[in-house]
């Protein structure tokens, strides 16, 4: 399986929305609505912020949404805060109980 | 409250051996998938194996293939990988994590693995 394609790094100013792309293929992204965005502080675990495409688990501020059209799926950001710079990765299952990653977004918060 | 705590890593020679446990508690461990992703320094994430909830179904991706074997104590909510063979690119801080098919629910805190001579 390939990594999926996400750009390296985005950035914002406080207040403002940033979106993060997610490209896969048929075989992963645009064949099952199982993708997940995860974020993860220097020297920390990463934190699951987005599953099943869209849904936030209890907690994470609905600043944070998800979304997917064809083989791109999207986190997008609102109301940006220092807190949210991280880096970002997304992951979509792939059958026979493989998960693909995605190589990582690093998000400055200007 | 959910946790999994990783134990096991350490420094060890190319061609060596390492078995990482995570104790998982605050969840009916048997019901849910478990994966293990690692991380090489500086690197993105990478889901190197997964088992079932009874353990019947695994899968490793192909960097670890025939060397890792991935296990779980459903009796102990203990997860295990046993890593054979280690190559310095096996180098990386090791997670387990509660896996459902739409995403990764809850990491452990890592255990890092450094293979070098």
């Given at each position: 399986q390939s990594a999926l394609t996400q750009p390296r790094s985005v950035s914002g100013s406080p207040g403002q929305s940033v979106t993060i792309s997610c490209t896969g293929t048929r075989s992963d992204v645009g064949g099952y609505n199982y993708v997940s965005w995860c974020q993860q502080h220097p020297g920390k675990a990463p934190k699951l912020m987005i599953f099943d495409v869209s849904r936030r688990p209890s907690?994470?501020?609905?600043r944070f949404s998800g979304s997917k059209s064809g083989n791109t799926a999207s986190l997008t950001i609102s109301g940006l805060q220092a807190e949210d710079e991280a880096d970002y990765y997304c992951c979509s299952y792939a059958g026979s109980y493989t998960w693909v990653f995605g190589g990582g977004t690093k998000l400055t918060v200007l | 409250e959910v946790q999994q705590l990783e134990s096991g890593g350490s420094l060890v020679q190319p061609g060596g051996s390492l078995r990482l446990s995570c104790a998982a508690s605050g969840f009916t461990f048997s019901t849910y998938a478990m994966s293990w992703v690692r991380q090489a320094p500086g690197k993105g994430l990478e889901c190197i194996s997964a088992i079932s909830g009874s353990g019947s179904t695994t899968y490793y991706a192909d960097s670890v293939k025939g060397r890792f074997t991935i296990s779980r104590d459903n009796s102990k909510n203990t997860l295990f990988l046993q890593m054979n063979s280690?190559?310095?690119?096996?180098?990386a801080v090791y997670y387990c994590a509660k896996t459902l098919y739409g995403g990764h629910s809850d990491w452990g805190q890592g255990s890092l693995v450094t293979v070098s001579s």
């Open positions: 907690g994470v501020p609905d | 280690l190559r310095a690119e096996d180098t």
